[in-house]
C-alpha cells in the first residue's frame, strides 16, 4: 500500500489526480471460523465460492429492486467521481463510487447480460476470479455507505446498496469482515456492540449517577430495566463506555430528569447502532431490531427514543417500522405490527430521535437554560451522514437541518454555521 | 431489394426495442424494494414525489448539483434529441400534426445542439482523467453512435438532401404492412442503419438509464417510513414464519 498523506488543505477545491493502486492491499481483516460461524455464516471461503457468489448475487437482484436497476442503469457519466471522501483522501480511482460500483458491475454484466456473455471486453464484464473477489473484499470494505455519491447521481445509484450487496456475497461464501462480525455476535450474546454485560452496565449507571450528583448536587437517575416507564432510551453502547460519547448520555439523562419524564434503559437491548445494515444482510439488521421491540414489549414503554448516532438513526428512522412495527400506520389485519402500534403513544412520533424529544420539551418551555454559560465556547455543527441524507426528524422535509440547530442556539449564543458548500446544501 | 431489407429490419428491430424495454420495466417493477431509502431532499407525499422526479427528467437537478459541465452538455444532447425526435414525427403522420409543423424550424437548431453536446461529453470522456478511468469501450462507441446519427441528419440537412417525400412514404408504407421504395443515398442508409442499431443495442445497455430513473427507489419513494409501515412480501413472510 502507498503512503498515504492528508490532502492539502484548497481554498478552491481542485479533484486530485489519480493515484491507481493507492489503495491496493488486503482489507481489514477477515472474521475468523468462531465469528462467522456464530452468526450463522459459512466459517471460512468456502470451496466453491464461485458459484455460490453467482447464486447470491441473483438471489439479491431478484430481492432488491435498487440493485437490480442501479446495475443496469449507470450510464459511466462520472457525476460521482468526484464526491466520495475515500477516493479524496486517498486519490485511488477505485474509490471513486462510480468505480466501487463497477467493481460488482463488471461481474454482474458478465453473468446476468447478453452483451456481457458475447463481448466481455466491449462493456467492461469481467470473470468473478478469486483476485476480482479479493479486490470486492478490499474496496467493498472501503465504503462507509454514506451515500453522499447517491445525492449526486442523476438516477440517485446508491453506492450504499451495492456495497451491502458485495458485503452479503461476502459473507455467504465465508469471507466476512472480522470487525462487523464479531460486532454483531456481541449483540446477539451480549446485547450491545461493545459487549458490556448487564452487570456492566449497571456499575457504570450508578457511577454516573455519583458523577453528576458531585457536579451539580442534584440527583440524576440513569433508570435501567424500569418496566411500565414512559419512555425507552436506546442509544449507541459508546456512550455507556467512552469520551465523549458519555457526555451524551449525561446529557440524555438531564433532559429527562428536567422534564419530569419517566424513561429507562434496556440492558437487553442496550444498542442503537445496527451492523445488520453495513453488511446488508437484512435477516441481521431484522434479528438486531427486534431486540428493540422486544425490550419495548416487554417493558411496556409509551415511546421510543433513540440517542444519537446516524447509521443508528438511518436504521431507526427508515427501517425499524418495516423491520419491527416500531411506527405507524400498519394495516388493520397486521398483527404483528399492530400488537406494537397499540401500546405506543402516536400523538409522538415513533420512534423519535432525541433531537426531536429535546426541541418539543424547548417548544413547550419543560426546559430553560443559562445561555451564558456555554459563552466560553464557539459552537459549529457538522450534520451526520445519515441523518442529514437518509433519514429526517420532525413532521415537516429538511427537519433533520433545522432541529439540531434549533437546540444548540436554545442553550448557547455563539453558534457558527460552517460554509454553506458542506453538507447541508451541498449533499 | 435494399428497401425490402431495411424494411423487415425496421420491423424486427423495433418488435426488440419495445418488447425488450418493456420486458426490463416489468422486471424493475416486478422487483420488491424491502425498505425505505429515499436520500434528501426527499419529498413526503406523493405529489412531491412526482414533483422530483420531474424535476431529475426535465431538468437533471441532481446532476446539476454535481457537475455544471456535464450538466450542460448532458441537457443540450438530451433537449436537443427530444425536440429532434418529435420534429421526426412528420415521417410518420399524414397529415403533419398541425405543433408538430410548428416546431420544424426548431428542430434543426436542437439537431446542431444534440450534436454539440455530444461532442461535449465525449471530449469529457476522452480528456478529463478520471472519467477516461471509468470508460468501457462501449461507453465511446455510444457516443460515436449517437454522433453518427447526429451528423448524418444534419448533413441531410445542409449538404446533400435526400427525397423526403419518398423517405415519408416508405415509412408511412411500414405502418400499413407494405414496404415501398426507400431513396438509395449513402448518407440515408448510414443514418437509418445507425437508428436501427441505437434501438437494437438499447434494452441490453446503459440507455436502460431512461426508463430506470423512474424505478429508482432512492427517487420514487416517498419519505414516509414512521408514518406509514412499508413492507415487501418477502419480508412479510419473515413475520409469519415466527
Redesign the interface.
Known amino acids: 500500500m502507498a503512503d498515504i498523506t492528508a490532502p492539502a488543505y484548497r481554498i478552491i477545491p481542485i479533484?486530485p489526480?489519480?493515484i491507481?493502486g493507492a489503495m491496493a492491499g488486503k482489507g481489514p481483516f477477515v472474521a475468523s471460523d468462531k465469528i462467522n460461524e456464530a452468526i450463522g455464516f459459512p466459517g471460512q471461503l468456502v470451496e466453491d465460492w464461485h458459484d455460490k457468489a453467482i447464486a447470491k448475487m441473483g438471489e439479491l437482484?431478484?430481492?432488491?429492486?435498487?440493485l437490480?436497476?442501479?446495475m443496469?442503469?449507470?450510464?459511466?457519466?462520472?457525476?460521482?467521481?468526484?464526491?466520495c471522501h475515500y477516493f479524496i483522501g486517498t486519490q485511488d480511482?477505485k474509490n471513486?463510487p462510480?468505480?466501487r460500483q463497477?467493481l460488482m458491475r463488471s461481474v454482474y454484466r458478465r453473468y446476468f447480460?447478453?452483451?456481457g456473455k458475447l463481448f466481455p471486453?466491449?462493456?467492461?464484464a469481467r470473470d468473478l476470479t478469486r483476485e476480482v473477489l479479493d479486490e470486492w473484499y478490499n474496496y467493498f470494505n472501503q465504503c462507509s455507505e454514506c451515500?453522499r455519491c447517491?445525492?449526486?447521481?442523476?438516477?440517485?445509484?446508491?453506492t450504499a446498496?451495492v456495497t451491502m450487496a458485495a458485503r452479503e456475497i461476502l459473507d455467504s461464501v465465508g469471507y466476512g469482515q472480522k470487525y462487523s462480525n464479531e460486532i454483531i455476535g456481541k449483540v446477539h450474546r451480549i446485547g450491545n456492540n461493545l459487549g458490556l454485560p448487564a452487570p456492566a452496565l449497571l456499575d457504570t449507571l450508578t457511577g454516573l449517577e455519583e458523577d453528576v450528583k458531585e457536579a451539580t448536587g442534584i440527583d440524576v437517575l440513569f433508570p435501567i430495566d424500569v418496566k411500565g416507564a414512559e419512555v425507552l432510551l436506546i442509544t449507541p453502547s459508546a456512550d455507556f463506555f467512552a469520551e465523549p460519547h458519555i457526555d451524551s448520555l449525561i446529557g440524555y439523562a438531564k433532559v429527562f430528569h428536567a422534564t419530569g419524564t419517566s424513561w429507562t434503559l434496556s440492558s437487553m437491548s442496550s444498542e442503537a447502532g445496527n451492523f445488520g445494515m453495513f453488511i446488508g444482510n437484512?435477516?441481521q439488521l431484522?434479528a438486531i431490531a427486534m431486540r428493540i421491540r422486544q425490550a419495548a414489549l416487554e417493558l411496556g414503554v409509551k415511546r421510543i427514543v433513540i440517542g444519537e448516532c446516524g447509521h443508528a438513526w438511518r436504521v431507526a428512522?427508515?427501517?425499524l417500522?418495516?423491520l419491527t412495527?416500531i411506527?405507524?400506520?400498519?394495516?388493520a389485519n397486521?398483527r404483528?405490527?399492530q400488537m406494537l402500534q397499540k401500546q405506543l403513544d402516536h400523538r409522538y412520533?415513533?420512534?423519535s430521535h432525541i433531537c426531536e424529544f429535546t426541541w418539543d420539551m424547548i417548544q413547550d418551555e419543560r426546559l430553560s437554560f443559562d445561555k451564558s454559560k456555554n459563552d466560553k465556547h464557539i459552537i459549529t455543527f457538522h450534520d451526520s451522514c445519515n441523518v442529514?441524507?437518509?433519514s429526517?426528524m420532525g413532521d415537516?422535509?429538511?427537519g433533520?437541518f433545522e432541529i439540531p440547530r434549533n437546540i444548540i442556539k436554545a442553550c448557547a449564543n455563539n453558534f457558527v454555521e460552517m460554509d454553506p458548500r458542506t453538507t447541508r446544501v451541498?449533499? | 431489394m435494399a428497401s425490402v431489407v431495411f424494411g423487415v429490419v425496421f420491423y424486427l428491430a423495433t418488435l426488440l426495442f419495445v418488447v425488450g424495454v418493456l420486458y426490463?420495466i416489468n422486471?424493475?417493477a416486478r422487483?420488491?424494494?424491502?425498505?425505505?431509502?429515499p436520500?434528501?431532499?426527499?419529498?413526503?407525499t406523493k405529489g412531491?414525489v412526482v414533483l422530483r422526479i420531474t424535476r431529475?427528467v426535465v431538468f437533471?437537478e441532481?446532476?446539476f448539483?454535481?457537475?455544471l459541465w456535464?450538466w450542460a452538455a448532458?441537457w443540450l444532447f438530451h433537449a436537443g434529441l427530444a425536440l429532434v425526435t418529435l420534429r421526426h414525427l412528420r415521417y410518420f403522420t399524414d397529415p403533419v400534426w398541425g405543433w408538430i409543423a410548428f416546431i420544424q424550424p426548431f428542430g434543426i437548431y436542437a439537431g446542431i445542439a444534440m450534436l454539440l453536446g455530444l461532442c461535449g461529453l465525449w471530449a469529457?470522456r476522452l480528456f478529463?482523467?478520471?472519467?477516461r478511468?471509468?470508460?468501457?469501450?462501449?461507453?465511446h462507441?455510444m457516443l460515436v453512435l449517437l454522433i453518427g446519427i447526429a451528423a448524418s441528419g444534419l448533413l441531410m440537412k445542409f449538404a446533400a438532401h435526400t427525397d423526403v417525400i419518398a423517405v415519408k412514404g416508405f415509412f408511412i408504407g411500414l405502418m400499413h404492412l407494405s414496404i415501398l421504395t426507400l431513396p438509395a443515398d449513402l448518407l440515408l442508409i448510414v443514418h437509418l442503419s445507425l437508428v436501427v442499431t441505437l434501438l437494437v443495442v438499447f434494452p441490453?445497455?446503459?440507455l436502460?438509464?431512461a426508463p430506470?430513473?423512474f424505478?429508482?427507489?432512492?427517487?420514487n419513494q416517498t419519505?414516509?417510513?414512521?408514518?406509514?409501515?412499508?413492507?415487501s412480501a418477502?419480508?412479510a413472510k419473515?413475520?409469519s414464519e415466527k
Open positions: 479533484v489526480k489519480l491507481p437482484l431478484s430481492k432488491y429492486r435498487s437490480k436497476v442501479y443496469d442503469a449507470c450510464v459511466h457519466c462520472g457525476a460521482c467521481s468526484d464526491k480511482p471513486m462510480v468505480a463497477d447480460t447478453l452483451p471486453w466491449l462493456v467492461g451515500r447517491s445525492v449526486f447521481c442523476p438516477y440517485g445509484i446508491d446498496e437484512y435477516d431484522r428512522y427508515s427501517f417500522n418495516t412495527g411506527g405507524d400506520g400498519a394495516d397486521d404483528f405490527a412520533k415513533q420512534p442529514a441524507r437518509g429526517r415537516y422535509a429538511g433533520q451541498d449533499g | 426490463r422486471t424493475y422487483t420488491p424494494a424491502p425498505l425505505k431509502i436520500t434528501t431532499p426527499a419529498p413526503i412531491g431529475e437533471f441532481s446532476l448539483k454535481a457537475n456535464t448532458g469529457r478529463v482523467e478520471r472519467i478511468y471509468i470508460s468501457t469501450p462501449s461507453d462507441l441490453f445497455s446503459k436502460l438509464h430506470g430513473v424505478f429508482s427507489p432512492t427517487r419519505d414516509n417510513p414512521r408514518e406509514k409501515r412499508h413492507l418477502w419480508a419473515l413475520e
